[in-house]
């Protein structure tokens, strides 16, 4: 199968960790479904125990570094919330991916 993209997968999860919120959860449902829609997952930005609240998370930092650098195709994350908890920084967040052509349905 022909791979079409690179994807960067973006794992989190917070102080008290439900199961299904796992690291290894998340990363069983990104590798299956980009495996699925042939998407290679070039790396994996995981911030174990941290708050959704704010920005300030290493991986998440580097997330945006990679993203400025025009170096992201598409980013995997199990759902929106694991990017982020406070509404206001993560609509400024895809608003940004956005203007930047990286938003797209799949």
């Known amino acids: ?9 973006y794992l989190r ?7 299904a919120d796992s ?9 299956d479904y980009g495996l699925a829609h042939g998407i290679e997952i070039v790396e994996y930005l995981v911030d174990e125990k941290r708050t ?18 025009g170096l992201v ?8 919330d694991r990017l982020g908890r406070n509404n206001i920084e993560l609509a ?4 940004k991916l956005k203007s930047l052509g ?3 349905d799949i």
Not at 1 to 9: C, E
Not at 23 to 31: C, G, L, P, S, V
């Open 23 to 31: 690291i290894d959860n998340q990363r069983f449902f990104i590798e």
């Open 52 to 69: 959704g609240t704010n920005q300030n998370r290493t991986s998440f930092q580097k997330l945006l570094i990679l993203i400025n650098n």
């Open 73 to 80: 195709d598409i980013i995997l994350v199990t759902t929106f």
């Open 102 to 104: 990286n938003i797209k």
């Open 13 to 19: 999860t917070s102080g008290e960790i439900n199961p």
């Open 1 to 9: 199968m022909k791979r079409l993209s690179k994807g960067h997968a």
């Open 92 to 95: 400024l967040f895809l608003i």
